[in-house]
């Protein structure tokens, strides 16, 4: 069974992107979704400790978010466009993958090979070309640690409820994620 992960990173709680994402996994069991809001609690600021100290065992919020991740067959960023790119809590999460795939107990890198990542994202009128560094950071972040992509989900959202308005995304969204 998959196991779906959706971490939402949005700074506007219950906002357009979040509804989008809940209604793409509307036919999904609600035992196949997990659903976290980067934002609280928040993860540390990541230390890159790569060249002269050694990585310790991930705590708290970042122990819970690595077995999160590690327990999911599938993760779907949760993501507005913040201006071109990712919202800060979303890269923040990235940038933890860093920690975990050096600690050899977790087995991340190997684990990660398994996955797939999508992304839901409500952006305001964007072009693609204004788009595409937000979904070509998680491609790329996904293809390093060969993690499959899935795709992307975008709706054209900006004012509160907006969503509603974006019919192609919302026949989109009723078979955006496999059961």
Do not use: C
């Not at 509307?26 to 609280?40: F, I, N, S, V």
């Not at 890159?48 to 690595?66: M, N, S, T």
């Not at 305001?124 to 950071?137: C, L, Q, R, Y």
Request: no cysteine; glycine share 6%.
């Amino acid at each position: 069974m998959r196991r779906y992960l959706f971490l939402q990173s949005s700074a506007r709680p219950a906002g357009n992107t979040e509804a989008v994402a809940r209604l793409a996994a509307a036919h999904l069991a609600p035992e196949a979704q997990d659903w976290r809001d980067l934002t609280t609690p928040a993860l540390q600021p990541f230390k890159d400790l790569r060249h002269g100290a050694v990585y310790g065992p991930p705590e708290g919020v970042a122990l819970d978010l690595a077995n999160a991740t590690l327990a999911a067959t599938d993760l779907v960023m949760v993501a507005p466009l913040y201006w071109y790119g990712l919202p800060s809590p979303a890269k923040l999460y990235l940038d933890h993958w860093s920690h975990w795939m050096r600690l050899p107990d977790l087995s991340f890198k190997a684990l990660m090979r398994q996955k797939t990542m999508w992304l839901v994202m409500a952006h305001a009128s964007s072009t693609p070309e204004e788009i595409a560094p937000a979904v070509g950071t998680l491609r790329l972040a996904s293809a390093y640690l060969g993690v499959a992509w899935g795709g992307a989900l975008l709706v054209d959202a900006n004012a509160p409820g907006e969503w509603k308005k974006d019919t192609d995304a919302l026949a989109q969204a009723k078979g955006f994620f496999p059961a």
